[in-house]
């Protein structure tokens, strides 16, 4: 118990901003990060703890990213349903204009996430993990590189980033345009 509170103590910090800034949302990062260290407590002595517990928080990650999808398909349908059986209840337009507002409030989201999201799998990863302090080695070896070449992917994937960006704000910008004309 002593070497889990050691670590919890050590590694709770990083692991929820890594999460917080992976997701956009400080609760289930916390929720995230609970699962992660549960799991540390489950697994047993490691060689590289850090990098472990963020390859353990990342794949967490991406089960969240799944049960989202699940969730947002599951609220389109509603929302649908809601549509249909307006014209008969008026009080389901006001649920409608809620629904609207979430997914209004899902898109701003996903569009401040879309730009880190675009990257490659390996390319975001390394990106975020060294935003939270992670050094080259265990970059290395949470995700498979040689130490020589999470540089080079880190420069990569910084412009890369940028390129993405810059697009898709062009994209939205001209979206937003041809929606008003």
Do not use: C, K
């Amino acid at each position: 118990m002593d070497d889990l509170e050691r670590l919890f103590r050590e590694y709770h910090p990083p692991v929820v901003r890594y999460l917080t800034r992976r997701l956009g949302d400080r609760d289930l990062a916390e929720e995230l990060a609970q699962e992660t260290f549960l799991r540390a407590s489950r697994h047993g002595p490691v060689a590289n703890e850090r990098a472990w517990l963020f390859a353990v928080a990342t794949n967490l990650v991406r089960d969240e990213a799944r049960r989202t999808v699940r969730e947002r398909r599951r609220l389109t349908l509603l929302r649908d349903e809601m549509q249909q059986d307006a014209e008969t209840e008026p009080d389901v337009f006001r649920l409608e204009q809620q629904v609207d507002a979430e997914a209004a409030a899902l898109r701003e989201q996903a569009l401040a996430r879309a730009a880190v999201d675009a990257l490659a799998e390996r390319d975001r990863m390394a990106l975020l993990m060294r935003e939270e302090g992670l050094d080259y080695h265990e970059i290395a070896a949470a995700l498979g590189l040689s130490v020589g070449s999470v540089g080079t992917t880190l420069s990569r994937a910084r412009r890369r980033l940028v390129d993405v960006y810059e697009s898709q704000q062009r994209e939205l910008a001209a979206r937003e345009g041809s929606d008003v004309a």
